[in-house]
């Protein structure tokens, strides 16, 4: 079997877009979490479309560029995978931020503080692993960031099983308690979205040792 090293030292280019694909998704989480701090107003979304726009354009680069590239370093099946998940990250962000904008003042007592900081590390793991592919690393350090990632998303299901609990519990105002939910869901599909990038990372370099 090639390998995908030898592939991508005559051919970087996938490897630079997915990569800018990343850091668009680690924009948009700090956009978020910038928006997370002060709930006091509702925030302009232009940020928040701008980075997905950026991202979407990225995507549909890679995918006009796999049109036209006869040989690449990973399959075309596996870019075009990587580069629609890493899309969907600003893509769910972007919908938090316009559900959020409809009523900051009911939600400034919420504490995101947990969520903010999954996000974070969630968003930096995935960078080191798309970053990871142009030098392709070995199959224990690719698991090791994988199951880094994996952590998080663990974590984030027992803290949204929490905070929903605190919602269910008859304290928060009908309305209230419909909001924090469906901004609850969204932000741990943020973080599942991390995660599905990084399982489409790990099947690379599996596929490609």
Do not use: W
Request: include cysteine; glycine fraction near 2%.
């Amino acid at each position: 079997m090639f390998s995908i090293q030898k592939f991508f030292s005559k051919d970087s280019h996938f490897c630079e877009l997915l990569e800018q694909s990343a850091a668009e998704a680690r924009a948009s989480a700090q956009l978020l979490i910038n928006l997370l701090r002060d709930r006091k107003h509702a925030h302009p979304l232009d940020q928040f479309r701008l980075t997905r726009s950026k991202d979407r354009r990225i995507t549909e680069r890679i995918r006009e560029d796999l049109v036209s590239t006869f040989v690449t370093g990973m399959e075309r099946e596996d870019i075009d995978a990587l580069a629609y998940a890493l899309y969907r990250i600003p893509k769910t962000i972007e919908k938090f931020a316009e559900r959020f904008n409809l009523a900051p003042q009911r939600l400034q007592d919420v504490d995101f503080t947990r969520q903010m900081e999954l996000i974070d590390r969630a968003t930096e793991t995935l960078c080191e692993m798309v970053g990871h592919l142009r030098r392709m690393p070995s199959l224990e350090t690719m698991k090791a960031l994988s199951d880094r990632l994996q952590a998080v998303e663990s974590e984030a299901d027992e803290i949204l099983m929490r905070l929903l609990g605190e919602v269910y519990n008859g304290h928060s105002e009908p309305l209230q308690a419909m909001l924090v939910r469906d901004l609850y869901d969204l932000l741990e599909k943020v973080i599942d979205r991390c995660r599905d990038a990084g399982n489409v990372i790990s099947h690379i370099v599996l596929k490609n040792a």
